[in-house]
């Protein structure tokens, strides 16, 4: 009975300290967010949209930071706030969210209707932690371009881009694995572990191909909202 009992304080304690990892990575970016305003503060605070982009914001951030530490305190994740999600809007805001970073996101939608059912604000922060990745990983010259194509019963979101690549070797053994960066120090290596549990919750997959020193391509792919499906047969069959 103690060695259970011990057991089970291990895993808790196990389950709190990855849990922990998962929210300061999200934390990390919404800090990256906050440090970005700061640093453009000085130059455009007589300008009326930056102030109200900047509060904007600030309001954003805080509001995601006071839910993060709340799971934190909880010791767990709440359960998925599932809702039907317009992924434009999605990637829309996920894209905007990093547009202050280089290279800026390039966004192309094929279809501004498609929905999707997910949490709204972790479907966001995947694609996010995607966007983050590439433009981490690519020089300020280069491109990280966000596109979705619509296609019968799913859709596809790429991330793609023109940094440094990872090799095979990386990618099989390493790249969805927690904890595991190429980033040194700056990296958590949770993003996109994360990234894929999310998906896979949704019942969608995640793909990666990468060449070292020509750049890396993620290919999302989720199943869509059973009324959209229908919609899109129908254009068809017409």
């Known amino acids: ?33 906050l440090e970005l305003v700061v640093t453009n503060a000085a130059r455009h605070k007589n300008n009326p949209e930056f102030m109200e982009d900047a509060i904007r914001t600030v309001d954003n951030a805080a509001n995601k930071m006071s839910r993060l530490l709340a799971q934190l305190r909880k010791g767990r994740f709440e359960k998925s706030n599932a809702q039907v999600v317009l992924v434009a809007e999605a990637l829309q805001e996920a894209a905007r969210e990093h547009a202050g970073f280089l290279p800026r996101p390039e966004l192309a939608i094929s279809d501004e209707e498609v929905r999707v059912v997910a949490d709204k604000d972790r479907f966001a922060a995947v694609i996010g932690h995607l966007i983050k990745n590439a433009q981490e990983a690519t020089p300020d010259d280069g491109y990280v371009r966000l596109a979705m194509c619509a296609m019968p019963g799913q859709i596809e979101i790429t991330i793609e881009d023109n940094g440094s690549g990872m090799d095979d070797t990386f990618i099989r053994d390493h790249l969805f694995q927690p904890f595991e960066t190429t980033k040194g120090n700056a990296g958590m290596g949770v ?46 069959s017409h």
């Open 1 to 33: 009975m103690q060695a259970s009992e011990a057991l089970a304080r291990a895993n808790q304690f196990e389950a709190f300290n990855r849990l922990s990892a998962f929210v300061v990575h999200d934390l990390k970016n919404l800090v990256a967010q």
């Open 191 to 236: 993003g996109v572990y994360e990234s894929r549990e999310f998906v896979r919750a949704l019942g969608g997959q995640i793909a990666v191909t990468s060449r070292i020193g020509k750049g890396t391509k993620f290919s999302v792919t989720l199943p869509i909202r059973i009324e959209e499906e229908e919609d899109m047969q129908m254009e068809i």
